[in-house]
């Protein structure tokens, strides 16, 4: 499974970055945290949820409004659970901006403060009746280790925005409240879309027949196989059984999105990319 891959992913990440032998000299105090938990919780009723991530323990604790919101029971929801219900188009996205994050946090030029910075973005999750929610994530330092100054806790609050439509953009905001304010703030965020604009503007393998296929689906997304094959004097088996499957295979090792699962997804992808 894609999402298993990635969990292991960032557990791997999280052993290079926290050992399970560190010890840390925690900032903030925890009386502090319980009182902005005890204010986030005055929040769920307004369609919104938040847990707050373990690094170096590797689990999610103060689970709050995720059974009322996403479905799944608070008390047991861990960081496997979270992983499972990303929409898999995203998870390579996410992992950029969660590299970016600790890149950002863990600058020399980057003073934290608890609860002070953020990093907003858009993420589809999968509730329980089998239906995407398109939320908006705010990840907040939750708690800081005094000898490194890295960040050992995020908090994740999350507002409910509406039901995901396909292929709806992540649009990645870092900042300090409403402003970029840091240059690793700012070179954090001039990565990421280097690395997009960088993957868009490689060469693509695609022959002649198969971006004329995919600008037909792109412009008529209803159109049937039926007729892109009449209009480009192509057999449908060949469509079928060869075509459709070269495309995905080259649309996913292109973009590094496992999740393109037919050519109509890869045609309106690189429509929204303006590739096409």
Request: net charge neutral; charged share 25%.
């Amino acid at each position: 499974m894609i999402q298993q891959n990635f969990l292991q992913i960032a557990l791997e990440e999280l052993n290079k970055r926290y050992p399970t032998d560190a010890s840390y000299d925690f900032l903030v105090e925890k009386t502090t945290q319980e009182t902005e938990i005890e204010n986030l919780k005055k929040t769920v009723k307004y369609e919104q949820f938040f847990f707050v991530l373990n690094l170096p323990e590797r689990k999610i604790e103060h689970a709050y409004g995720i059974g009322e919101w996403l479905g799944y029971p608070d008390a047991n929801f861990a960081l496997f659970d979270y992983f499972r219900i990303i929409h898999s188009r995203h998870l390579a996205a996410l992992n950029m901006s969660a590299q970016s994050a600790f890149a950002t946090a863990n600058s020399d030029a980057f003073s934290l403060k608890f609860m002070g910075q953020k990093i907003v973005i858009q993420i589809p999750l999968l509730h329980a009746n089998g239906k995407y929610i398109l939320t908006k994530r705010t990840l907040y330092p939750f708690q800081i280790d005094k000898k490194t100054g890295m960040v050992t806790s995020y908090l994740n609050h999350y507002v409910v925005l509406k039901e995901y439509q396909d292929l709806d953009a992540m649009d990645l905001r870092v900042g300090n409240e409403a402003e970029l304010v840091t240059k690793a703030e700012s070179n954090a965020l001039k990565n990421n879309q280097k690395m997009l604009l960088d993957t868009l503007n490689k060469p693509f393998s695609f022959n002649t027949n198969e971006i004329k296929i995919l600008e037909l689906i792109a412009f008529k997304p209803d159109i049937t196989q039926k007729e892109i094959c009449q209009k480009l004097d192509i057999k449908l088996e060949t469509l079928q059984k060869t075509t459709n499957r070269r495309i995905i295979a080259k649309a996913r090792e292109h973009f590094d999105i496992e999740a393109f699962s037919s050519i109509k997804e890869v045609a309106m992808f690189l429509k929204k990319e303006g590739v096409i």
